[in-house]
């Protein structure tokens, strides 16, 4: 069974930082690729970042580009979204996902496993 847990949501003012952490199991950091996504209030889940299982390949929308970055470390099988310049728009629920292929990496269905989400807000 595939377990993923975030981590590192809060409250935060626009213009500042979070680090999300999604910890997973060993052999799932290993033969998985990971994205994140986001959802807002009323809104689809939508991607924001993604990484290929190798960690060689990484992958932004562009609201992300720029701002922020996904990264691993393979010694505590965890990935981050480090989020800087958060905007008021940034709000939403932060989802880490799993997938056996580095293919289509953008794409919320073609994940299989999901965490719980952490909550981001980002006030004005």
């Known amino acids: 069974q595939v377990q993923l847990v975030e981590s590192g949501g809060g409250l935060v003012q626009a213009g500042g930082s979070l680090r999300l952490s999604c910890a997973a199991s060993?052999?799932?950091?290993?033969?998985?690729?990971m994205g994140w996504f986001r959802q807002a209030p009323g809104k689809e889940r939508e991607f924001v970042a993604a990484i290929s299982r190798s960690g060689g390949s990484t992958y932004y929308a562009d609201s992300a580009k720029g701002r922020f970055t996904v990264s691993t470390d393979n010694a505590k099988n965890t990935v981050y979204l480090q989020m800087n310049s958060l905007k008021p728009g940034d709000t939403a629920v932060y989802y880490c996902a799993a997938k056996a292929s580095s293919s289509s990496l953008t794409e919320r269905d073609e994940y299989a496993y999901w965490g719980q989400g952490t909550q981001v807000t980002v006030s004005s």
């Open positions: 060993e052999r799932t950091f290993r033969r998985y690729a």
